[in-house]
């Protein structure tokens, strides 16, 4: 067991190291790093990197437009997110805080989206005219569109699942 000292000196240094962390990503991003690799490498979310970074633009606001819904990017036979977490959980739907549940599996969803899209609602919202390497190091089909339904494979549901289970299995 550590003592007072060495849990305080623990505390000061991640203080330091974490002050300098706005720091180290702007330098990193001014590197040629993507900003999807500075997520990879540091665990720091996507909007978290967004926010530390300065627009990287000074254009007028892009106009978003609909990528689709739920069930036509991602589940066919599921009307919204909520109903694949429920279809999911099946019978064991009452060993988990649903409501919760979903709302992390939307937001891990969201976080592994580029950052100028969402999942609002049960519809994908994002730029009408992305950039030429806006999805940069994220999936994307043979006509180069984001490939969002690889994207929401990717987050891993069970993993999210087990923080929301309400009685031992």
């Known amino acids: 067991m550590k003592t ?3 849990a305080e000196q623990d505390l000061r240094d991640w203080a ?8 180290l ?17 540091t665990g720091i979310a996507r909007t978290t990197i967004d926010r530390i970074l300065p627009k990287e633009t000074t254009m007028a606001p892009r106009t978003n437009t609909s990528y689709g ?9 599921s009307a919204n997110l909520a109903t694949t977490v429920v279809e999911a959980l099946g019978d064991y ?20 989206l580029p950052a100028e899209v969402t999942l609002a609602g049960d519809e994908f919202l994002g730029p009408a005219k992305p950039d030429t ?5 994220y999936p994307t089909d043979d006509l180069g569109q ?7 494979d990717g987050v891993d549901f069970w993993a999210i699942a087990e923080k929301y289970e309400t009685s031992g299995s």
Request: net charge negative; no cysteine.
């Open 146 to 152: 984001l490939d969002i339904k690889a994207i929401v």
């Open 69 to 77: 819904t739920w069930t036509n990017r991602v589940e066919r036979y």
């Open 25 to 41: 990503v702007r330098a990193a991003r001014l590197a040629g790093l993507s900003k999807l690799r500075i997520h990879e490498l």
């Open 93 to 112: 739907g009452d060993d988990y805080d649903v409501d919760a549940l979903t709302a992390a599996y939307r937001d891990a969803i969201n976080d592994a």
């Open 133 to 137: 390497d806006e999805w940069e190091g």
């Open 16 to 23: 330091t190291n974490n002050a300098r962390r706005d720091d």
């Open 4 to 6: 007072r000292e060495q």
